[in-house]
């Protein structure tokens, strides 16, 4: 049964989203301080973290960046702001899901049970595969490049394991998007964009010439195996 941490201030919105997500049979627990629950998410595994912005103690966004360093544990905003910028910088610091204020909470459990499906590990996993000069670890969510381990967020890897499975093929935005596990319609498309930046630096550290990853202006991006 997943186990789902809601944190929020407002208890008449956390009976909500706890009525809600019980009724889908998961399991819950409600914190209102994001303090404690950086303190639980340190000590205990959940599967989901819904986690509203205006938190009285430390904002949604700074837990949500002290969150990463340790768990790439699937995170939903919750905030009363619908701001295109809110959004972006929402999904750039490692969310999966942004809803405003006020919602649905049966949306929101519509979105959990979509986001735990995507993120959800494969039941026959390819323990290893190689492309050119890439290997793919699917198993231990790792990809190794010209042999050395790279450091990839959640996102990060998702976007590399597409392209890489696809060689030459173009991915559009929300294409790729969709292989974050994010909807298209969120106002995310900007941030594939951001993720790009970050694996290709993190490419480059390894091969400072190379460029695996093609930008194609006005469509999206591929896998371009070098053919020297």
Request: charged share 30%; net charge negative; with cysteine.
């Amino acid at each position: 049964m997943p186990h789902i941490l809601i944190v929020e201030d407002e208890a008449a919105i956390a009976d909500t989203l706890l009525y809600a997500l019980q009724a889908e049979g998961f399991e819950t627990t409600w914190l209102s301080l994001a303090g404690a629950a950086l303190e639980r998410l340190q000590r205990e595994v959940f599967d989901l973290v819904i986690l509203d912005v205006g938190l009285p103690d430390i904002s949604g966004f700074e837990a949500c960046k002290r969150l990463r360093r340790f768990s790439e544990v699937p995170v939903i905003f919750l905030t009363a702001r619908d701001a295109e910028i809110d959004r972006v910088v929402g999904l750039e610091i490692g969310a999966d899901d942004y809803v405003v204020k006020p919602f649905s909470p049966r949306e929101v459990a519509a979105r959990v049970k979509a986001i735990l499906k995507r993120t959800a590990p494969r039941e026959a996993p390819v323990a290893a595969t190689g492309n050119g000069p890439f290997e793919v670890d699917e198993e231990r969510a790792q990809i190794r490049y010209h042999s050395q381990p790279l450091v990839l967020t959640r996102h990060e890897f998702r976007l590399l394991q597409t392209l890489l499975a696809r060689p030459e093929r173009v991915f559009s935005r929300e294409q790729l998007l969709d292989a974050l596990g994010v909807a298209a319609d969120a106002g995310y498309e900007r941030n594939v964009d951001s993720h790009i930046k970050s694996l290709r630096a993190k490419l480059r550290q390894v091969a400072a010439t190379a460029e695996p990853i093609q930008t194609h202006r006005g469509l999206g991006y591929s896998y371009a195996p070098d053919k020297s």
